[in-house]
């Protein structure tokens, strides 16, 4: 009898191990953020956590929002956590930016172990590369880029907030900020934020920095270091994500400026200066993380949108920032350029851009534009706010960019429970998310081409 019960046990472990090997990487990937989200809600609940009682659902919401780098919050950080719950949450934050699959491949790579063809699928899945061979080199490139510029990060901070803050609460200080700025979490330890630096030069620069290296991409950064910064020996893609940074941010700062320098509940008052700072803050925020030096809720309808346009277009790939990610944006308004011109081909840097690369750009796109739909239509009839902030709500979700109007602290159950699913996909990223749902298989069968009108 014991050994028919042992036998049993055996089959059933050798039978839950086969189906855990057949899960697809993106079932796996899913898996790993949630088990992560649960594990660090379990920390965050414990008496030593927290300065007065959290509920349930308030204390899973700050760890999805720290595990997928959103930023949203339902609790002041700073007054509802202690130390130790502070320092979980930017743990969180690093282990969410990172991503657990940079840890797997690293901790196989340090014990000697050959990664197997499957776990092999699992990290190009979780970096979003094509070669298997790169595997390595950009698990190694994710931890040492991360942790040198937030080496940088946080010994800039600490000596600007030393004479303010003193140096034991600038040390802190500056490890809490550097972590959530260069993994585009935009959680803050004070529940206005940034705001009361709206104007401070050092502080701006340093943070904004942070969040910019971050959602640009380890792929980005990686190929800045091997070819010692030399532009002309620079990947396309690049070149691509570079150029298309400092035109967007550039372009951004310029209309931030111009929508709200009559703004008095905003920048009206405060001198040119004190205005560029603040509206370059605001306007490169969007894009990656979530801090804020302005009131949004206070912020004029043009900058609201164009906020929106920006959190929607998100950073790069493989990087800390969400959003379609700014390659995806690249690819649908060249290939839309390349019809407009009668062109058969979508060209961009002297290459062509691949057919499938295309189709993933176009449906990463119809997948996002499909939940900002559905997800603000809901918010909309769960929670009685204006159309405007329940959309700008949606986006700051999906796109893990963490901003709000002010309506995250006033969500009901049903509504939390919304954003912290868009939170999640949004950090699985909606490719990913519908693959978990229906495994794409390809098919052996051509079918003949049929003429579609369109437009």
Known sequence: MVEHLINRFESGQSTLKNRVLKASPPAILTSGYLVLIIF???????????????????????????????????????????????????????????????????????????????????????????????????????????????????????????????????????????????????????????????????????????????????????????????????????????????????????????FERNNAATIANLPLAGQLTASWFQAVTPRTAGFNTLPIESLTDPTALLMIVLMFIGGGSMSTAGGIKLGTFVVMFMTTYAFLGRSDDVTMMRRSVQRNVVMKAFSVSVISMTLVIVGTLALSVLESAPLLDSLFEVVSALSTAGLSRGLTGELSTAGRCLIMILMFVGRLGPLTAAYVIATPKKRRVRYPSVDIQVG
């Open 40 to 258: 660090g809600t379990s920390i965050l609940k414990l008496p030593l956590s927290t300065t007065r009682s959290v509920t349930w659902l308030e204390t899973l919401f700050t760890s999805a929002s720290a595990v997928t780098l959103t930023g949203l919050g339902v609790a002041d950080i700073g007054a509802r956590y202690t130390v130790f719950g502070q320092t979980v949450i930017a743990l969180l934050i690093q282990a969410g930016g990172l991503g657990f699959m940079t840890f797997s491949v690293l901790t196989v790579l340090s014990i000697g172990k050959r990664i197997g063809v499957r776990h092999q699928m699992l990290a190009l899945e979780a970096f979003n590369e094509t070669n298997l061979n790169k595997i390595r080199e950009v698990a190694r490139t994710v931890v040492y880029f991360a942790l040198a510029v937030e080496s940088i990060g946080f010994v800039l901070l600490a000596l600007t907030w030393s004479d303010e803050l003193g140096w034991r609460l600038a040390l802190y200080h500056a490890f809490f900020y550097t972590v959530s700025a260069f993994n585009n979490a935009g959680l803050a330890l004070s529940a206005d934020n940034l705001m009361p630096y709206a104007s401070d030069v050092p502080v701006n620069l340093i943070i904004s920095s942070l969040f910019i290296i971050g959602g640009l991409g380890f792929v980005v950064l990686q190929d800045l270091w091997q070819t010692r910064r030399r532009w002309k020996r620079l990947q396309p893609y690049t070149k691509l994500i570079l150029g298309a940074t400092v035109i967007i941010n550039l372009g951004a700062w310029l209309l931030v400026w111009l």
